[in-house]
RNA sequence: GGCGAGUUAGCAAAGCGGUUAUGCAGUGGACUGCAACUCCAUAUAGACCGGUUCGACUCCGGUACUCGCCUCCA
């Protein structure tokens, strides 16, 4: 019985779809103006995981996760570069495809970006304001009127009073209250801009999620996702606008991730305190990042560190390490054990993937032990490590591949030197063997004596 | 100030009202020519103060501290 955390109700549900067997979702992506940083990496690979689980478990899942290609932050940088925000949007999309493809986080199946889906707004926004929820002043802007809507606040726990506070109206504002935000910009001079009923303008940030998740999943759906800094106000915003447009309830189940720390404090491009993922690529495999990010549990916050880094490729290497030498093609999964049982209750429980690990390093050890016994009992044993893997999108690489990884040595060169040390163990010269191994260990070439032979990995 | 989350062994990170989380690091042992890998054993926990209970890391209350949101941010 899987559960899920919903931050509405602020405890953990029983998950249960609009429709048997399918499973709608909707996850903030990016606004495509830089690379992508590991805070939005811990968002894609927390929903990846749940994606796949939810399919494991035989649902149907339609996984949408739009783009923000249009909005200031895009103009500005794009005029700062010198291009249109189109070439740079481009630009940011296909490298937000790497770095994302480089984590094993599955394509999601719509991927619709705002500005394919500006009448749609458009559209929306004529509703609310039909319906007394938004108004357009005559500046060019429309805003959404915050009090008009009952339930404001009920996501995030606000309460408008409170709000009411520290709210400020900008200079070319024409706000009634100071909370009311915008659905519909007014373009200024040299600003992209489409053609509406209200003027020439972009669409205000929130909106788009409204007009898409209706679009691609209906006015009622299953999960939204995003990271922790949307709930207030996108998500709470997202809320007003669809609920008062459509009249139903907009999402069922609202799920968002835990913040990627940098030395206790929250990884953002404010602080710019950011590491983005391909600088984090460049000195730690991608599996290694994405085993870090998801041990802990997805809401946590969780520490970026290099030697969280590096305990996260330690720990990686052990499971791969079992899995070395392993035939494992046409292999049945083991069947009927604890090991897969506990690992499925952990991760029906709020997507428990630490917990969900522990039972991994658990049946890994069973596994080694089985070795022992021969081959038939580990190799099943193995499939089924590699299936568990593959439901958190780790252990799916050849494990030769992934040991030998990361080095920059001549393999020639290391047969050439096992072989010397082989001669030199046979004629007992134990002091020149020992001198091989280091010279290959001072390469980071690690070398391992089984009764096969000797293999070698890369030291991590 | 308002709202929310958290404080677990050297480090990271889970579950659980009574019985080993797990991984890394440490210690002892097996294996090995010696190592590495692997296996076995083992020490080190639950911020603080109260309460409930036969029994609390786990429930309740309070205190301290940390973090997040309240402004663009995943």
Same mark, same amino acid.
């Given at each position: 019985?899987?559960?899920?955390?919903?931050?509405?109700?602020?405890?953990?549900?029983?998950?249960?779809?609009?429709?048997?067997?399918?499973?709608?979702?909707?996850? !903030?992506?990016?606004?495509?103006? #830089?690379?992508?940083? &590991?805070?939005?990496?811990?968002?894609?690979?927390?929903?990846?995981?749940?994606?796949?689980?939810?399919?494991?478990?035989?649902?149907?899942?339609?996984?949408?996760?739009?783009? %923000?290609?249009?909005?200031?932050?895009? &103009?500005?940088?794009?005029?700062?570069?010198?291009?249109?925000?189109?070439?740079?949007?481009?630009?940011?999309?296909?490298?937000?495809?790497?770095?994302?493809?480089?984590?094993?986080?599955?394509? +999601?199946?719509?991927?619709?970006?705002?500005?394919?889906?500006?009448?749609?707004?458009?559209?929306?926004? *004529?509703?609310? &304001?039909?319906?007394?929820?938004?108004?357009?002043?005559?500046?060019?802007?429309?805003?959404?009127?915050?009090?008009? @809507?009952?339930?404001?606040?009920?996501?995030?726990?606000?309460?408008?009073?409170?709000?009411?506070?520290?709210?400020? /109206?900008?200079? #070319?504002?024409?706000?009634?209250?100071?909370?009311? @935000?915008?659905?519909?910009?007014?373009?200024?001079?040299?600003?992209?801009?489409?053609?509406?009923?209200?003027?020439?303008?972009? +669409?205000?940030?929130?909106?788009? !999620? *409204?007009?898409?998740?209706?679009? !691609?999943?209906?006015? %009622?759906?299953? /999960?939204?996702?995003?990271?922790? =800094?949307?709930?207030?106000?996108?998500?709470?915003?997202?809320?007003?606008?669809?609920?008062?447009?459509?009249?139903? %309830?907009?999402?069922?189940?609202?799920?968002?991730?835990?913040?990627? $720390?940098?030395?206790?404090?929250?990884?953002?491009?404010?602080?710019?305190? @950011?590491?983005?993922?391909?600088?984090?690529?460049?000195?730690?495999?991608?599996?290694?990042?994405?085993?870090?990010?998801?041990?802990?549990?997805?809401?946590?916050?969780?520490?970026? *560190?290099?030697?969280?880094?590096?305990?996260?490729?330690?720990?990686?290497?052990?499971?791969?390490?079992?899995?070395?030498?392993?035939?494992?093609?046409?292999?049945?999964?083991?069947?009927?054990?604890?090991?897969?049982?506990?690992?499925?209750?952990?991760?029906? =429980? #709020?997507?428990?993937?630490?917990?969900?690990?522990?039972?991994?390093?658990?049946?890994? $050890?069973?596994?080694?032990?089985?070795?022992?016994?021969?081959?038939?009992?580990?190799?099943?044993?193995?499939?089924?490590?590699?299936?568990?893997?593959?439901?958190?999108?780790?252990?799916?690489?050849?494990?030769?591949?992934?040991?030998? *990884?990361?080095?920059?040595? =001549?393999?020639?060169? &290391?047969?050439?030197? /096992?072989?010397?040390?082989?001669?030199?163990?046979?004629?007992? #010269? @134990?002091?020149?063997? =020992?001198?091989?191994?280091?010279?290959?260990?001072?390469?980071?070439?690690?070398?391992?004596?089984? $009764?096969?032979?000797?293999?070698?990995?890369?030291?991590?």
């Amino acid at each position: 019985m899987l559960q899920i955390y919903n931050t509405l109700t602020r405890k953990k549900e029983v998950f249960k779809p609009i429709h048997e067997g399918e499973v709608r979702m909707y996850v !903030c992506g990016m606004t495509v103006y #830089d690379l992508c940083h &590991i805070g939005h990496a811990r968002v894609l690979v927390s929903f990846d995981v749940v994606t796949r689980y939810l399919r494991a478990k035989g649902y149907k899942v339609t996984y949408v996760r739009n783009i %923000t290609d249009v909005d200031d932050k895009i &103009i500005k940088r794009a005029n700062e570069n010198g291009e249109t925000f189109t070439a740079l949007t481009e630009r940011m999309i296909a490298e937000m495809h790497k770095d994302s493809g480089e984590l094993g986080v599955l394509p +999601p199946d719509a991927e619709p970006k705002a500005t394919a889906y500006i009448a749609e707004m458009q559209d929306m926004i *004529s509703t609310l &304001i039909e319906k007394g929820y938004a108004y357009a002043p005559g500046n060019g802007d429309v805003y959404y009127r915050v009090h008009k @809507f009952d339930g404001y606040g009920k996501l995030s726990g606000k309460i408008l009073e409170e709000l009411q506070a520290g709210a400020r /109206i900008g200079v #070319d504002e024409m706000k009634e209250d100071p909370l009311d @935000f915008v659905l519909w910009k007014g373009a200024k001079e040299g600003e992209p801009y489409w053609e509406s009923p209200w003027g020439n303008g972009r +669409p205000g940030w929130h909106i788009e !999620c *409204s007009a898409m998740g209706k679009c !691609c999943l209906g006015e %009622t759906f299953d /999960i939204h996702g995003g990271g922790p =800094d949307l709930k207030f106000p996108h998500h709470e915003n997202e809320i007003a606008q669809s609920e008062a447009a459509n009249g139903k %309830t907009f999402v069922n189940t609202w799920m968002h991730a835990g913040a990627v $720390r940098v030395d206790n404090e929250k990884m953002s491009k404010s602080l710019g305190n @950011f590491f983005t993922i391909r600088e984090v690529l460049e000195k730690y495999p991608a599996e290694v990042v994405r085993y870090f990010l998801i041990s802990s549990q997805y809401r946590s916050p969780i520490n970026y *560190s290099e030697d969280s880094l590096k305990e996260a490729g330690v720990r990686l290497e052990r499971l791969y390490t079992a899995l070395e030498g392993l035939n494992l093609d046409g292999v049945e999964p083991e069947r009927g054990t604890s090991y897969e049982e506990r690992f499925h209750a952990a991760m029906e =429980d #709020d997507f428990n993937t630490p917990e969900a690990l522990g039972v991994l390093f658990e049946l890994v $050890r069973h596994l080694n032990k089985a070795r022992k016994d021969g081959e038939a009992n580990a190799a099943a044993l193995g499939a089924l490590v590699k299936e568990l893997g593959g439901l958190l999108g780790i252990l799916q690489d050849n494990p030769d591949a992934f040991l030998k *990884s990361g080095g920059d040595v =001549d393999e020639a060169w &290391i047969l050439e030197m /096992i072989e010397k040390r082989k001669a030199a163990k046979a004629a007992k #010269d @134990f002091a020149e063997a =020992d001198r091989v191994r280091e010279e290959l260990a001072a390469q980071g070439v690690q070398l391992k004596d089984t $009764r096969e032979g000797t293999t070698w990995q890369i030291e991590r």
